[in-house]
């Protein structure tokens, strides 16, 4: 079914009387049949859902008018407003604070998750059928509304970002990752409104419904804004905004409706537009895919293997633990930059040093991190505090590291997988300790992916682990891991992962070794290593394994390193020669 949303209200507000630098949302008690006209005005052209005056009604938009004292009133009267307007539905409007979160400026993700939960909580208790989180331009704001929403209240919650002409919010998130995002945070219907005209959403829409399961919404502005005499004007006449409607909703969208510079007259036609359409056929695949603020990454058979730089763990490692107990990140920070540049495309976090305030330790990690690369974050952690830390402030889709079958990892470790959309990494181990052969990890695995979906966790939330054991210890360890990989593509068909060093522990010439099992485990069903980056031996078979697996056309990444690696000896021989010469 097709859903109509009214159209801007600031505009209307204006013609209404709303003077120039006034609260629009104090008009809900000072001026109530001002803001019920409009309502009106936009059922009668056509809108089944309408949206209350509340853009700006959180206390932290609230206070620029010295009015943050009254959210809870301005709220409750507005929601009342809308639903005595007419009989269809309601959706209760939540803005941006218009401030940044830290680091990137100056508020508190808790301060703002604490604003919207106000906000939240009233909207619902005035009896909005939707909550409609919209205009956002940062996806850690938009994390922190959802949380919220969800903790204050059970209504369905429409999560709407603001793109610019670059097809990226202004924090840099393109529609792609919003929408693997907010899918798994549990987004009800994910859309695009406000910035810019029904033209330059029709892509962005489009690669939102290919990224979700979820209906998805667009309220285009009435046209490109411009300045004239100082005044924002809008171009589009009704009649054009209204044509659009097919080729949004060929894009994928159900969900429609108006932001700036549209009046009454631009949904008229909009209805009447689509009333001779049908929804579009979506389809989506269900790959895993996790996330950083500005990028995804796609873990699948069918396409090249994904590493996960491991380096970032002080285990093994003196001076790395010596700095995280000092409270120092500098190594952290270096390893993270130089493994992205080594052809890392997921790096694991691990805080695990003894004497130390994890969780804290942990989400300033994930913090900085997130910062100086766009590789999304695996969260490398047994304690439940710290996960939540990393996952509560990570501004992307992370994977967590790890869950077993074993009660405190299942009870605890998956609410919050669900909770902050988190995929994870299945490793099958019990209480008991590692099953030894591939058929006793596949039952395993299969028990973990069962308590997940349980809770609400679906394919695509999940990774493989295949518990890579030590040959020096276990004759049948390589052959019980390429096994389980393969049990594990013919029966799960997820992705799969492990680390790789373990196989040689104890023996000599361990690279020789461990390159050699890197290459049967790719050919055995190996999607996303967790390895050194910096080890060329396992590079070398990598790239050698893609060009034999299907993975590098006609070997052509292969052919460029063996360029590139012949190239300096070809120069020294040169030099050698012309040397010898003189």
Known sequence: MIEIFDGAMGTMLQRSGLKAGACPELMNVENPDAVRKIHRAYIDAGSTIIETNTFGASSLKLEHYGLETRTRELNLAAVKIAKSAGSVKVAASMGPTGKFIAPLGDLDFEDAYKNFYEQAGALAEGGADFLIIETCIDI????????????????????????????????????????????????D???????????????????????????????????????????????????????????????????????????????????????????????????????????????????????????????????????????????????????????????????????????????????????????????????????????????????????????????????????????????????????????????????????????????????????????SADASACLEVLQTLKLYREIFGYPTTMGLSNISFGLPNRPLINATFFAMSLAAGLDAPIMNPYDENMQNALKASAALLGKDANGLNFSKLVVQTAAPVAEKKISGDILAQI
């Not at 990752?177 to 907010?182: E, G, K, P, R």
């Open 140 to 187: 850690q704001e938009m994390r922190a509304a959802l949380l919220a929403a969800h903790d204050a209240c059970n209504l369905p919650v429409i999560c709407q970002l603001s793109y610019s002409e670059d097809g990226r919010t202004v924090t840099g998130t393109d529609p792609q990752t919003a929408a693997v995002i907010l899918e798994a945070m549990g987004a």
């Open 189 to 471: 219907i994910i859309g695009v409104n406000c910035s810019l005209g029904p033209e330059q959403l029709v892509p962005v829409v489009k690669i939102l419904a290919e990224n979700c399961r979820v209906p998805v919404s667009v309220q285009p502005n009435a046209g490109m804004p411009y300045l004239e005499n100082g005044v924002t004007k809008f171009p589009m006449d009704a009649r054009t905004f209204g044509s659009w409607a097919p080729k949004l909703i060929e894009a994928g969208a159900t969900y429609l409706g108006g932001c700036c510079g549209t009046t009454p007259d631009h949904i008229r036609e909009l209805a009447r537009a689509v009333k001779n359409c049908t929804e579009s056929a979506r389809k989506f695949d269900s790959t895993l895919k996790l996330a950083s603020r500005s990028k995804t990454v796609a873990i699948d058979k069918n396409l090249p293997t994904v590493l996960i730089g491991e380096r970032i763990n002080p285990t093994g490692r003196k001076k790395l633990a010596a700095e995280i107990r000092e409270g120092s990140l500098l190594g952290v920070k270096k390893d993270a930059v130089n493994q992205v540049k080594a052809g890392a495309q997921i790096l694991d976090v691990n805080m695990g040093v003894g004497g130390i305030d994890q969780p804290k330790m942990m989400a300033q990690a994930v913090r900085e991190i997130s910062q100086i690369t766009d590789a999304p974050l695996s969260i490398d952690t047994s304690d439940e505090k710290s996960l939540e830390a990393a996952l509560r402030i990570y501004p992307g889709r992370a994977l967590i590291n790890s869950v077993s079958f074993e009660p405190e990892r299942i009870a605890k470790f998956l609410p919050l997988a669900k909770k902050y959309g988190a995929a994870i990494l299945v490793l099958p181990l019990t209480e008991k300790g590692v099953p030894k052969t591939a058929a006793e990890r596949v039952e395993v695995a299969g028990k973990i992916i069962d308590a997940a979906k349980k809770i609400g966790l679906r394919d695509g939330d999940f990774l493989l682990d295949a518990l890579v054991m030590t040959i």
